[in-house]
């Protein structure tokens, strides 16, 4: 199972491998928890790793990820991560309506 959020905590354990960056460790163990940080883990790596993955991998990052049809089924996106804005445009308009 691939999961995306922003906090690894909840799924922090005692058999786990961290990565930064990419995935430099084949997530293949199956009582193994394979956390990975990085902000471009992209919907072709989820089509890819999800027939690798024996247990969890646990992608963390800031923005949720742009994922097509086939790959929606394929991995669970943390609700918070999918409430976060990545609209600066808004976050701009927000900053100046504020002023006034």
């Excluded at 961290?18 to 293949?28: E, K, Q, R, Y």
């Amino acid at each position: 199972m691939i999961i995306f959020t922003d906090d690894d905590t909840p799924f922090r354990c005692d058999n786990e491998v961290i990565m930064v960056g990419t995935l430099d460790t084949i997530p293949s163990g199956k009582d193994t928890t394979y956390i990975l940080h990085t902000d471009k883990f992209t919907a072709e790596d989820v089509q890819y790793w999800s027939k690798v993955v024996q247990n969890r991998l646990v992608i963390v990052t800031r923005k949720a990820p742009k994922l097509n049809k086939a790959t929606k089924d394929l991995c669970i996106v943390d609700d918070k991560l999918k409430a976060k804005s990545n609209d600066n445009t808004f976050l701009l308009v927000k900053s100046i309506d504020e002023l006034d």
